[in-house]
DNA sequence: CACTTCCCCTGAAGCGGTTGACTTTGAAGC
DNA sequence: GCTTCAAAGTCAACCGCTTCAGGGGAAGTG
């Protein structure tokens, strides 16, 4: 079956193909009476411009990318991706723009995906996720020109957008109902130690609890995996002193927590109490369900695809902080027990 | 920054825009010789060929797509389909295809996103999944003659090539062993009623408890979520008959049940064993960890991903049952208590 | 030596849009 | 009645690559 092109729709219009192209494209140039004979017509044999003549003459290709530098394992398991996507694809559905995404094992790989993006032309745009101090990322895409919003920061991104949330905000909320609770010895288990976001999150966690007067408040690092999550869990409550409450930066490393805690036969939230970072299905998913620091995910993601697309059409944009992420609070905190 | 293109080459290595070509793709009409200056200058300046430019002269777009008809909740915490994107990345990535993603509502807008799609030649082939009875999709893809693998059959799929995995044999095994165990009492959360491999799946399910024996073996309807897959559970085990082994369809209503049952004041495995389908590590993350259904589901997608490229380049393909899935002993299950 | 054959390469058409230069038409303005 | 001008269209170039027809020269053949 073969695919109509303006041609055809000239032919039966009786118009040229610059004429079809004005007209489909609400360019002056036409008439009222020619543009709706064309859509018209259009409509009618089920006419699609090819993405790739388009793209061809200059014009965008109405493609964004993504690029996932996170092992499978991580990936499938952690919401935040997938919840992202759907974000993003809000915004991009509705202005018809592909996203083209690609897993990739390190952030070199990511740049190399740029730069052939970028040289195949098959983006427009490009979100950034996981960003890290002197990120490798930003000066390619500086280099290249290729518009992008990196999600996840503050950091020194160039003339590159950014869009975060107020990780301090939410960190020291937590804490403080923490403490309200009764709780003094506080742990916080981190993700990847790398990234940005994690590093804020740990200076805003060592700075409110200082300021507190919690003083053993520690952070582990860890991954974001189960895994580790759980590890890290056993190992802060080996300890004599062990703590009565942790804060994990996602919610997987929470479940898994809450998990290990149980194998010990501690209670939660009688002998421990668990807060989790992005609050997804899974939080409620579990018994007890988890306390968790709350954000819009999708709305986050959304919000992020309309600065890329503004971005891309030349727009000026500005980074952005998103709302503080809030606490909602459910049965996996509570006052620590007493001694 | 300018592109490099052909031409850019063609000048500087003194042939023509043609020879370029040639060179580039591996097609006879150049001398080694030749091949390898042409090649050595493309590396020296960066040059990616114009993917736009590529698709417009009959060659192919060098990417696939994949619709997503999910909720946005499901999607973000359903480790499913982020395993199956990393399988296709596997080969796509070393054949540098690109991967185009669509989140939408409804099938009848995946059949939409596939006409726009094919009518922008935006993709070469696509991903399906989800297959349901009478699947709205095919007769669309056999229209538009757009190279498809369905992922999850076996259905009637007419032309278009297909692919499941034994889900009959894994729930025979699972049933044959909780057997084993001792259970008498056996239940299962099924996913979506509408999906052709929920059906086999049923069918199996009832098919094999028939034949050993197990009258009272029933098959409660769900949708995948966990608040779905939790309500499901609580109905079965709040008669007095209740089941001593539930199987679920997903991990996630896997966890929502042991959650559930933990909430009721029931022990697993003491109580209610517990088997899931799809092993993701949120099985394993859990307290006791849940044994499961295990098989790998990257492999699946790689799988698939190498039979749609087939199709694409016009090798024949036949459809293909994957291996059966295997269990998992884990915690979750054991001999039910005496009564 | 003339002829064919083959290899290596050139030149140009064409994919399907977009866009700027240009033409035609009709109506307003003087 | 003549110029002027905007609106409505036409025309052709162009984006960067692929591909086909064909040309030129070297090698092989009788």
Redesign the pocket.
């Known amino acids: 079956m073969?695919?109509?092109?303006?041609?055809d729709i000239?032919r039966r219009a009786?118009?040229?193909?610059?004429?079809?192209?004005?007209a489909?494209?609400g360019?002056?140039?036409?008439?009222?009476?020619?543009?709706q004979r064309i859509v018209a017509i259009a409509q009618e044999i089920g006419?699609?411009?090819?993405s790739?003549?388009?793209a061809?003459?200059?014009?965008s290709a109405r493609a964004v990318g993504l690029t996932l530098c996170r092992p499978a394992r991580i990936l499938s398991i952690e919401p935040f991706f997938m919840g992202l996507i759907s974000g993003f694809e809000q915004e991009l559905a509705a202005r018809s723009y592909a996203l083209t995404l690609q897993v990739v094992a390190t952030p070199e790989n990511e740049t190399q995906v740029y730069r052939r993006w970028w040289g195949e032309?098959r983006v427009d745009g490009v979100f950034v996720t996981d960003l890290r101090e002197n990120d490798i990322r930003i000066p390619v895409l500086d280099e290249l020109q290729l518009p992008a919003v990196v999600i996840g920061g503050p950091g020194d991104t160039g003339r590159v957008t950014q869009l975060w949330s107020d990780d301090a905000g939410a960190i020291t909320e937590a804490v403080r109902y923490l403490m309200a609770l009764g709780h003094r010895r506080i742990a916080r288990v981190g993700g990847l130690p790398d990234l940005l976001h994690t590093r804020t999150r740990t200076r805003a966690f060592t700075e409110i609890c200082a300021s507190l007067g919690l003083s053993e408040a520690v952070t582990v690092p860890s991954d974001y995996t189960g895994e580790e999550g759980g590890r890290a869990t056993r190992r802060l409550l080996i300890n004599a002193e062990r703590p009565t409450a942790i804060i994990y930066d996602n919610d997987v490393m929470a479940v898994a927590g809450l998990s290990v805690a149980q194998e010990m036969g501690l209670s939660v939230p009688g002998d421990l109490s668990i807060v989790a970072w992005d609050d997804s299905p899974l939080c409620s998913l579990v018994h007890p369900p988890l306390t968790a620091l709350t954000r819009d995910i999708a709305a986050y993601g959304a919000h992020a695809a309309r600065q890329l697309l503004a971005a891309i059409a030349g727009e000026p944009v500005q980074d952005v902080e998103e709302g503080t992420a809030h606490l909602t609070p459910r049965g996996s905190t509570a006052p620590p027990r007493e001694p």
């Not at 009786?14 to 004005?22: D, M, Q």
């Not at 360019?27 to 543009?35: C, D, L």
């Open positions: 073969k695919r109509p092109t303006i041609a000239a009786g118009v040229s193909k610059g004429a079809v192209s004005y489909l494209n360019q002056p140039g036409v008439s009222e009476a020619t543009r006419f699609n411009p090819n790739a003549a388009r061809l003459s200059g014009a032309r």
